[in-house]
């Protein structure tokens, strides 16, 4: 079914170039973007995204590292989104994903896994981060012509 899934180049993806790789390779496989925001995460943005986390060992590593520089916040959309941008991903642990996957082809660092996709098992996750870094008039509807 169509729908819009929220996806970030984290900090490492911008310090090493490969937002545009990451934005290439969802619109080339169909997705649709209709939202975009380059944008520094602060404190209390990360630890709402990241609120699930928050009794984890790592919550203050993970904290910190969204923090640490300019990511690219996109909204994509398309028949089964979320799912399809997990599976192009890759496993979370990029030294586990597979090879053509995104974290496959430029990660090996579990802390700094280059991308960010809604949990696609998580029930509504996908809209509430949407929600969490998007104004609904800061989406755009519009047709792709393929
Ligand atoms: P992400 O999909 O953004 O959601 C939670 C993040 O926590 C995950 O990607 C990883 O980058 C990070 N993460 C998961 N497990 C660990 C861990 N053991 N140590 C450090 N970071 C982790």
Do not use: C
């Not at 995204?49 to 690219?72: C, N, Q, R, W």
Request: net charge negative.
């Amino acid at each position: 079914h169509d729908e819009r899934t929220f996806v970030m180049a984290k900090p490492d993806a911008v310090q090493r170039g490969l937002t545009g790789e990451i934005v290439t390779r969802l619109e080339e496989r169909g997705l649709k973007l209709v939202g975009a925001k380059f944008m520094q995460i602060d404190q209390k943005l990360a630890e709402q995204h990241y609120g699930e986390h928050a009794d984890k060992p790592f919550f203050d590593e993970l904290v910190e590292f969204i923090t640490s520089g300019p990511v690219m916040a996109m909204v994509w959309q398309g028949a089964d989104a979320t799912r399809q941008v997990r599976q192009m991903m890759g496993a979370t642990d990029p030294a586990d994903a597979a090879p053509g996957t995104i974290r496959g082809d430029y990660g090996l660092d579990l802390g700094q896994n280059i991308i960010h996709g809604s949990d696609h098992e998580d029930e509504g996750a996908n809209e509430r981060e949407i929600e969490l870094f998007f104004d609904e008039d800061e989406l755009v509807e519009y047709e792709r012509s393929d």
